[in-house]
């Protein structure tokens, strides 16, 4: 009597989590629960996977690769308005915003995202998925965007779904993989426009 019971709570609880009777995957249930549940029309979904420390990694990770190159790179506190990381020319005093978007598994073909908000996006593929590789270990895969490119190809899913960045979409993507030098490049010319401002100033005077 007393297991009948949980399992109509069991029940209820996913009719109140999701009415297209898809079942909340944070919840833990025996594998005769599970069956039932199917059996009255309920379809289980995966496990929910906490992603938030892979996802602080990543833009790590970014910071990393940018140090690495001789770049000034510093990881901003959350709620920043879409930039995660910052890279700095101080010498020139020039910087650029990144925008971190990582993905859990190797076959992700995009990341969602609404609109960008830095100079550059990231898009880090972790590749932490047991299937990665014969001894569990795979490097994680980094492709190095201008915004504009992102901003052209953001796609809408047919019933309104996250907008989403689809790798295929994007032309040449090949060449934005461990494009770091892109960075690197945006904050040496950067300032230039104001430099050339500056001396047109100096001419009219």
Not at 60 to 72: C, G, K, N, T
Not at 131 to 155: Q, Y
Request: glycine content about 6%; charged content about 30%.
């Amino acid at each position: 009597m007393h297991g009948t019971s949980c399992f109509t709570d069991f029940i209820y609880l996913m009719k109140q989590t999701k009415k297209t009777k898809w079942h909340f995957a944070g919840l833990k249930a025996t594998k005769t629960k599970r069956l039932l549940a199917e059996k009255r029309g309920y379809r289980w979904a995966k496990p929910w996977r906490d992603t938030h420390m892979p996802a602080a990694g990543a833009e790590h990770y970014v910071v990393a690769q940018l140090m690495f190159r001789d770049i000034d790179a510093f990881k901003c506190e959350r709620g920043r308005a879409g930039i995660d990381v910052v890279a700095a020319d101080t010498k020139r005093g020039t910087s650029v915003g990144i925008q971190v978007k990582s993905r859990y598994y190797r076959n992700a073909t995009g990341f969602p995202i609404k609109e960008p908000k830095a100079d550059f996006v990231v898009f880090a593929k972790l590749n932490l998925d047991s299937n990665t590789s014969k001894d569990g270990e795979r490097a994680p895969e980094c492709f190095v965007f201008p915004a504009a490119v992102v901003r052209r190809v953001i796609e809408v899913g047919p019933s309104g779904q996250w907008p989403k960045c689809h790798l295929h979409t994007i032309r040449n993507v090949e060449g934005y993989r461990e494009a770091w030098t892109l960075i690197e490049q945006a904050l040496k010319r950067k300032r230039e426009p104001a430099a050339r401002t500056s001396r047109a100033v100096s001419k009219k005077r």
